[in-house]
């Protein structure tokens, strides 16, 4: 059974960092690239950050380029987020996402984490 | 790339059929199959219901059906049951990494 686990979620303040964690298993983690989508409150689903199966290529939403980086260690088959210079909008469930690029869909979330950027 | 235009909701009676439509461009529904539905109950896991606009993952009962007309693809729920009420977000992908999602509808079960 597919399982992805986010840790690291929390409140913290404008311009604060915050590493969110993903701890996969079920299937081999290092074969499959994976992303993280988000939700704001009240909104609908953003894909924030892809990686490749081997970490050699990303992709960054335009709204996090440059202050967000998405990197795996897949002897651990564990996915990673780092959210630097936080902001408001950046307030969301973050759900990490299997996402089979053969596939070109999302085709297991985990139950997402909750991030507050408040003062 | 801007969000797929999906109503904000829709509902109907048990066993009746719902139909939520997905309108994108010839830049990401139009142009690719590759059309997918997700299913989000609050405080659950989402939940892949259709990939490739049509074709549904291992255990997603056969109520729910996709297709696709140009730039506007659509999900079916027929024989609504209770247990479908929920949101429901279509997204396609748009090229190599990039996908955008649909702004998602509220299914109401009356």
């Known amino acids: 059974e597919v399982q992805l686990l986010e840790s690291g979620g929390g409140l913290v303040q404008p311009g604060g960092s915050l590493r969110l964690s993903c701890a996969a298993s079920?299937?081999?983690?290092?074969?499959?690239?994976m992303s993280w989508v988000r939700q704001a409150p009240g909104k609908g689903l953003e894909l924030v950050s892809t990686i490749s199966y081997n970490g050699g290529s990303t992709y960054y939403a335009d709204s996090v380029k440059g202050r967000f980086t998405i990197s795996r260690d897949n002897s651990k088959n564990t996915l990673y987020l780092q959210m630097n210079s936080l902001r408001a909008e950046d307030t969301a469930v973050y759900y990490c996402?299997?996402?089979?690029?053969?596939?070109?869909?999302?085709?297991?979330w985990g139950q997402g984490t909750m991030v507050t950027v408040s003062s | 790339q801007s969000a797929l235009t999906q109503p904000r909701s829709v509902s109907g009676s048990p066993g009746q059929s719902v139909t939520i439509s997905c309108t994108g461009t010839s830049s990401d529904v139009g142009g690719y199959n590759y059309v997918s539905w997700y299913q989000l109950h609050p405080g659950k896991a989402p939940k892949l219901m259709i990939y490739d606009v049509s074709k549904r993952p291992s255990g997603v009962p056969d109520r729910f059906s996709g297709s696709k007309s140009g730039n506007t693809a659509s999900l079916t729920i027929s024989g609504l049951q209770a247990e479908d009420e929920a949101d429901y977000y279509c997204s396609s992908y748009a090229g190599t990494y990039t996908y955008v999602f649909g702004t998602g509808t509220k299914v109401t079960v009356l």
């Open positions: 996402v299997k996402a089979p690029q053969q596939l070109k869909t999302f085709d297991f």
């Open positions: 079920g299937f081999t983690f290092s074969s499959y690239a």
